[in-house]
């Protein structure tokens, strides 16, 4: 089965350079008390019927969050378009014909911008779509720190060597979070983010067909789950269709995807690692978390904050965009 290769990466280039921060932040939940007390309900006001009309759009603006803190941190560096000092990251290897959400933060931001003026930033609008959609999805709610503040640059080179592909060795995964300041805690918290949306069979393909080059089937993938994949991602085309990554219960966020894992229903070699890749501690929490979902829950909300304070720009940095596709 030619077309699919079996190294690592999104099909672009590889190499290391070190990305966000980590560690000390000054963002705070009351940042908007006083400038935008509205700000919370302008964004439900936007998801809710959102997110009624098309689930999936809650999972977007999820991972939206997750490429945009692995990229440069927390800045809303992955809203930019092109222009004339900005290559946008929507073109990088993990984003192209793949991230989406854009015009749900588009709206948000108008309408934030009618109500409070050059006040909440586009990376603030990103993090609170993000909460906000797990919490529509069933998930959990948390206080999330507030008062990042908008990029000047977008890095593709940041976006192509930071963010995870989907074929990632466990230590692969490890080290790419480790980057960013997140441990194995963290990651495999956040990689329950998977219990909502989907993924396109050009992502799992390998796994199929040819996971380690022998023209084999991962092994640790169920058979009946494996054969209905098959018939969804054929050898050759097929690979813009598109499959849950939790298929108990794609819309709704729950400890599904860890059970699935346990039995071989992790669509991702990524997922998947988090218990076969011979490292106790992920092994170990895929089965607490599977067994918990409160605990799950707790986990995930806590390294959401972390992750969300990825290399703020706060302060005098950055700038507080006024339409979020483009530099002031
Ligand atoms: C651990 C490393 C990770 C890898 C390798 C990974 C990889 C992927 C891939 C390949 C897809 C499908 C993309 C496509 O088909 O075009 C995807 C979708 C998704 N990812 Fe991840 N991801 C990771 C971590 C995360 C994290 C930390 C979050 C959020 C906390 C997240 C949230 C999502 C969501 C919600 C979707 C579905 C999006 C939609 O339906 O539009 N992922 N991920
Ligand atoms: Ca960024």
Redesign the pocket.
Known sequence: HPGFGFGFGWGGGSGGSTGGGGGYSSLFPQFYQFTCPQVDEIILSVLEPTIARNP?????L??L??HDC?AQGCDASVLLDNGASIVSEKRSF?NI?????FEVIDEIKEKLEEACPGVVSCADVVALA?RGSVMLSGGPNWELPLGRRDSKTASVSLSNNN??????TIQN?IT??QRQGLNEVD?VA???????????C???KQRLYNQNGNNQPDETLERTYSNELRSMCPPSGGDNN?TP?DLASPARFDNAYFKLILWGKGL????EVLLTGRVRKTMELVKAYADDEALFFEQ?AK??VK?GNLGPLTGSNGEVRKNCRRVN
């Not at 014909?97 to 959400?101: A, E, H, T, V």
């Not at 991702?268 to 997922?271: E, G, K, V, Y």
């Open positions: 999936r759009m809650a999972a977007s999820l991972r969050h997750f692995f993990p014909n793949s991230l989406r959400g993000a963010i995870p592909p989907p074929n990632s995964l790419l979070f990651l956040l990689s329950g983010g998977h219990t909502i949306g989907v993924a396109r050009f992502t799992f598109i990554l991702l070699t990524s997922d995930f390294s959401m992750m």
